[in-house]
Each structure stands twice: as structure tokens, then as C-alpha cells.
């Protein structure tokens, strides 16, 4: 089974975000980056899924140079082969962006045949779009479910699951090939070994500069919402504070006088 | 005269899904700035429709419109975002707009990309104009995006419980006229072809009153013992942040935050957590905040309106010890 994950680095935010004097990005100085952990667990999957089954996986982003960080993290955990759509910074929009990604894929399957199973994450951590899988789907002309927890793939198919806002679940079962958006909770993400991160840093990464263009979605700026920064009230210390909560929970309502 | 704005409402039981309200609400005042009518396409059962269509009388809605199709169900994705970007399009649709809930994400998102315009996801303002301001979430609502959305038809989602909705007013219930639709069998393939029903029993993280959850100051899965405890004696349920669940000391479904669940309980005792705003997200509906940290600092205590500055497993044990005492002397 061939599968692709397409991943997004993110920064790594921390207790509070802080934004760059002109309030256009988040001030990333100090941060680490990431990919988001929806993602985190999509690579997991593809790795597993390889691991039972065999194939080939191959893990894709579109962002800058350095994301190439990202690329070899996955590596690091077992994946085979990378591509970076390596753009100038800038951001691009969902739509500009799933066709690049779109391009990509096409440009690939030509070449080494299609992939059978493509993921991503539900949806990315910082920008929230909730779309960019749905897109490259509808694009290639392939099935797609999303927020999936649990992924069984057979010969011609594959079976996925996800929860329902009232707590069961509901199953899905698309032809393949097929692109499937995957939630955390899928599956528990290992550590890269060490023999793991030195593979992954000489490992080839493909690599292709698509030009930006706009695709009708455009930042303007960004801003914290409204300050809801209280000061606790500091009710005790240590055990000795257990009266004192007890009396709290009292006067909420949660415990009966 | 600008064309109709849709809002895509989604009808259980003849009940109108809360998101869907606050969709509308927003809908409504977008179709106040461009002239344009105010339409509600029902999404849903269609055996379940006529009761929505009395239930939108107040809404400012002229026009219910019911998708009609033999094939058709809840349960078909694409069938359903076909269906919608044809109503749209043969409407002449100035927007659709529609519930930043998950499945409403999912939807808008495949209507987006049929009619290849972007989807607006999770907006919070929105100013119609030559190119629309919009003003959306990120990071699950940490941070505020002001964006320019410029397309042929805007496509956007609302973020729940950000919308106020007015009292009904005196519009009287819509007119519902029917939408006959033409799908593919592509557009049927993608349908849910199981279900499991909810584990019966247990008290849900978003239904309890009261929930404890514990972050990486709890140390290891047996260390949860004494938050389960608690909760127990007080009829609530047991969280953790992403550390615990990343750790395995608690399976994901009991996640609170940006990637888990979102919990509005009366009261959120936080038990070892120095609250980074992805776990935040998550907790800040509770309508009382107790922090039990050692670290008078952390960021928590930011969010919290109470605060016991210690160490969780003596604080804990102790608080579950004084229920104990008070309920065995009363």
C-alpha cells in the first residue's frame, strides 16, 4: 500500500501567544516549531500501516525551507521518502494551497504510480481551515471522510471510523484510492530513535518552489481576543486548604451544605 | 439588489441545531448589510421538515428550502454539498454560510470546494462590502484572524457560541419550497455504512457538572487514583491535558483541550496543570476555575478564579478526606 501525509509546520506555542510588533504573524523568536498533532498521529498511522502491511510512504509539506525539519522528524519515525513545496514564507491561502499540493501529487503518481491512501490532519493547528484535504479530494476525484480515530485498510478499501457528537461512532467504508483526515487519538505517536533521526538526516528530499498566488482567502492581520486574564484568588496552601475548598464547592453548588 | 444569503440549517426531530441557529443569526444580519434575502436550506431527515419550517418564524427567514432527492440522506456527505451548491448556484447566491461545528466544517468545505471558492471557517464578524472583512479563529480561538474574503460566492462557517441570537422577532415562518437536486452516484458514494451506539453508564466529560482534571504535575497513570477518587465523591468526571494523554496515562478520549474535547462544567478543578492555551481552549466554558498547582506562576492561574497553591496528591486525598468527614457527620 502507497500512502502520502501531507503535514504542516507550525510554531510550537507555548503558555501565551505573542504576535510581532506589526501584528501580522505570531512572534516566533523564541519557538520551536512543529507539525500539528493531528498530523503528529497521521504519520504514526501511515508508518503503522506500511509496518503490518508493506508499501511505501512518503510525507509532504508545503511551507519554507526550514520545514524541512518537519520532513526529517517523520523520517525520523520510519518514513521513506519526502517532498517539500518549499514556498518564500508567505502565507498561502487553502485554496492556493491545495492546489499546489494537487499538482504535486499528480506530478509524483505519474511518475511512481498512485497512491492508494492519502492523509492529512483534520485540521491544521494554527490556521484552522478545515479544508485543504476535503480540496485535494474533490480535485483528484477521490472519496473523503474526516475526523478519523480508528483506520482499517483492506485489499480495494478501507474502513474508517469516527465519533459522533454524542459519543458513538459512525464507520465508513471508501474504494480506494481514497484521502482520509485523521484526528489525534488515532494512535499513541513514538518517539524517533536515535539510528532513526541519523537515518532521516541523510535522507534525499525531493523538492520544487510552486509560485504563490491568491486564492481569495487573505490575512490582514491578527489579534489576541479580549484580555480574560483574571488573578486567582489564592485560597490556601497544601492540605490545609481542604475547609476552605470543601466551602467552595459548597457555595458553587456542586456539594450539598 | 444583492442575491439571496443561504444559511444551511441543520433540523433533528424537527428541532434546529443550535449551531445552526447562531449560523443563521449571523446570516441574517449579513443579509441586513447586502439587501439580499435571507434563505435556510434544511439539512436533515426530510420527514422531519415542516416542524423546522414553524420553528424558524422570528428568524427574518422569507424562504425554507427542503433538498429533494430519493436517495438522499443525513448520511451522504458529497450528496449533501452537491445538493447545497445547487441550490446556490441556481439562487444566485451572494452565501452560504453554515455551523463551524465539526460536521458543519466538513460540510461547507465540500460546498466550497465544488463551487472552487475558499471556505471561511469558524468566522466570528462578518462585513459584506466590495471584498468581505471577516473576522475568524485561530488555534481554536487562542488567537483572532481579520482577514479579506474575495470570491464569486462566500462560503464561511461560524464558530459556535460566539453568535448572541435575538429573541424571535415578528417575521412570520418561512415559505418552504422544495429543491429538486440532480446527484451522481459519486456524489452517494461516501455514506456512513455503520454506527456503534454511545457506552451506556459512564458520566461524559461535556455532560458532567463537575470535572477534574489532572496535567503533567500528576506524574503517572496510577496518580490519577486520587483525582478519581474526587470526582467520584462529587458525581463528576476525570480530564487530563495533552501531556497525560501524549503520556498514556489516560486514553485521548479523555482530552480536554484544542485537539480533544471542549467542557463547560460548573466547576473545573485543574489538577497539576500550568495551563497552556491549547489545554485552555478547552476548559475555559467552566463557569468556576480551582487550580491546584505548587507553582503560584504558572499560567493557570491566569484562567483559574480559585487557587490552592500545593502539591495535588496531598491537597487532593485531603479535599476527598473532608467530603468524607462532613458527609459521615451530617
Given at each position: 500500500?502507497?500512502?502520502l501525509?501531507c503535514?504542516?509546520r ?6 501565551r501567544i ?5 501584528g501580522?504573524?505570531?512572534d516566533t ?7 500539528s498533532p ?23 509539506t508545503l511551507?519554507?525551507a ?8 517523520a ?10 513545496l ?15 499540493i ?16 492519502i ?10 481551515g ?5 480540496r ?22 478501507v474502513?474508517?471510523?469516527r ?12 474504494p ?12 499513541l505517536p513514538r ?6 533521526r541519523?537515518?532521516?538526516k541523510?535522507?534525499e ?12 482567502l487573505?490575512?490582514?492581520?491578527l ?6 486574564i483574571?488573578q ?6 497544601g ?8 466551602e ?10 | 439588489?444583492?442575491g439571496?444569503?443561504?444559511a444551511?440549517v ?14 443563521l443569526?449571523?446570516a ?5 448589510s ?8 434544511l439539512f ?6 415542516r416542524?423546522?419550517?414553524a420553528?424558524?418564524a ?5 424562504t ?8 438522499l440522506t443525513p448520511?451522504?456527505?458529497?450528496g449533501w ?6 441550490v446556490?448556484e441556481?439562487?444566485g ?11 458543519g466544517?466538513?460540510l461547507l468545505?465540500?460546498?466550497a ?16 462590502g466590495?471584498?468581505?472583512a ?8 487562542s488567537?483572532?484572524e ?6 464569486r ?6 464558530a ?17 419550497e ?13 455514506h ?13 466529560l ?17 496518580g490519577?487514583?486520587?483525582l ?17 494523554t ?6 485521548h ?7 480533544g ?16 492555551i491549547?489545554h ?6 467552566a463557569?468556576?476555575?480551582?487550580a ?6 504558572a ?17 487532593v ?13 451530617a
Amino acid at each position: 500500500m502507497n500512502i502520502l501525509v501531507c503535514v504542516k509546520r507550525v510554531p510550537a506555542t507555548g503558555g501565551r501567544i505573542v504576535l510581532t510588533p506589526d501584528g501580522t504573524d505570531i512572534d516566533t523568536r523564541y519557538l520551536g516549531f512543529t507539525v500539528s498533532p493531528h498530523e503528529e498521529c497521521a504519520v504514526e498511522e501511515a508508518v503503522r500501516i506500511v509496518e503490518t502491511r508493506g508499501g511505501s510512504t512518503t510525507v509532504l509539506t508545503l511551507g519554507p525551507a526550514a520545514a524541512e525539519d518537519q520532513l526529517r522528524d517523520a523520517m525520523a519515525i520510519g518514513i521513506e521518502r519526502a517532498i517539500l513545496l518549499e514556498t518564500d514564507g508567505r502565507d498561502w491561502d487553502p485554496v492556493a494551497t491545495a492546489r499546489a499540493i494537487v499538482e504535486a501529487i499528480r506530478a509524483h503518481e505519474t511518475t511512481n504510480g498512485p497512491f492508494d491512501l492519502i492523509l492529512f490532519g483534520n485540521e491544521s493547528a494554527d490556521s484552522g481551515g478545515f479544508q485543504v484535504g476535503i480540496r485535494v479530494a474533490a480535485a483528484l476525484g477521490r472519496p473523503v471522510v474526516t475526523g478519523i480515530k480508528s483506520l482499517a485498510p483492506g485489499e480495494a478499501s478501507v474502513v474508517a471510523r469516527r465519533e459522533t457528537a454524542a459519543g458513538g461512532w459512525e464507520s465508513f467504508e471508501l474504494p480506494l484510492p481514497a484521502v482520509v483526515t485523521v484526528k489525534e487519538g488515532i494512535n499513541l505517536p513514538r518517539y524517533p530513535s536515535v539510528p532513526g533521526r541519523l537515518r532521516a538526516k541523510k535522507k534525499e528530499i525531493e523538492r520544487s518552489t510552486p509560485a504563490w498566488a491568491s486564492g481569495g482567502l487573505e490575512k490582514v492581520s491578527l489579534r489576541l481576543p479580549a484580555a480574560e486574564i483574571t488573578q486567582a484568588e489564592v485560597i490556601g496552601g497544601g492540605p490545609e486548604a481542604a475547609p476552605a475548598v470543601v466551602e467552595l464547592l459548597v457555595r458553587i453548588g456542586v456539594l450539598d451544605r | 439588489m444583492s442575491g439571496p444569503v443561504l444559511a444551511v440549517v441543520a433540523v433533528t426531530d424537527g428541532v434546529p441545531e443550535r449551531a445552526s441557529v447562531e449560523a443563521l443569526a449571523l446570516a441574517r444580519g449579513v443579509a441586513g448589510s447586502t439587501g439580499g434575502a435571507l434563505g435556510a436550506v434544511l439539512f436533515g431527515d426530510p420527514g422531519a421538515m415542516r416542524g423546522a419550517v414553524a420553528a424558524l418564524a422570528g428568524s427574518g427567514v422569507s424562504t425554507a428550502i427542503a433538498v429533494e432527492h430519493d436517495r438522499l440522506t443525513p448520511d451522504h456527505p458529497d450528496g449533501w454539498a452537491s445538493a447545497i451548491a445547487q441550490v446556490a448556484e441556481s439562487r444566485g447566491a451572494a452565501a452560504v454560510v453554515g455551523a463551524g461545528t465539526e460536521r458543519g466544517n466538513d460540510l461547507l468545505a465540500r460546498v466550497a470546494a465544488r463551487l472552487d471558492v475558499p471556505l471561511a471557517a469558524n468566522c466570528l464578524t462578518v462585513e459584506p462590502g466590495e471584498v468581505w472583512a471577516i473576522s475568524r479563529q485561530r488555534w481554536a480561538g487562542s488567537l483572532i484572524e481579520d482577514c479579506r474574503l474575495d470570491a464569486r460566492i462566500k462560503v464561511l462557517t461560524v464558530a459556535p457560541n460566539t453568535v448572541a441570537v435575538g429573541a424571535p422577532d415578528g417575521s412570520p415562518a418561512p415559505a418552504l419550497e422544495t429543491a429538486a437536486v440532480t446527484l451522481t452516484d459519486a456524489d452517494l458514494a461516501v455514506h456512513v455504512t455503520g454506527r456503534e451506539a454511545p457506552e451506556r453508564g459512564k458520566i461524559s466529560l461535556t455532560d458532567a457538572k463537575v470535572v477534574v482534571g489532572g496535567g503533567r504535575g500528576v506524574g503517572s497513570g496510577e496518580g490519577f487514583a486520587d483525582l478519581e477518587e474526587l470526582a467520584s465523591l462529587l458525581g463528576g468526571a476525570v480530564g487530563g491535558s495533552r501531556v497525560v494523554t501524549s503520556a498514556g496515562w489516560r486514553p485521548h478520549a479523555d482530552q480536554i483541550g484544542q485537539t480533544g474535547l471542549r467542557i463547560a462544567p460548573d466547576v473545573y478543578i485543574a489538577c497539576g496543570i500550568s495551563g497552556a492555551i491549547q489545554h485552555i481552549v478547552g476548559c475555559k466554558a467552566a463557569k468556576h476555575i480551582l487550580a491546584i498547582n505548587t507553582d503560584p506562576e504558572a499560567p493557570i492561574m491566569g484562567v483559574a478564579d480559585y487557587a490552592v497553591i500545593g502539591d495535588l496528591h496531598a491537597v487532593v486525598p485531603a479535599i476527598s478526606a473532608e467530603i468524607r468527614r462532613r458527609s459521615s457527620s451530617a
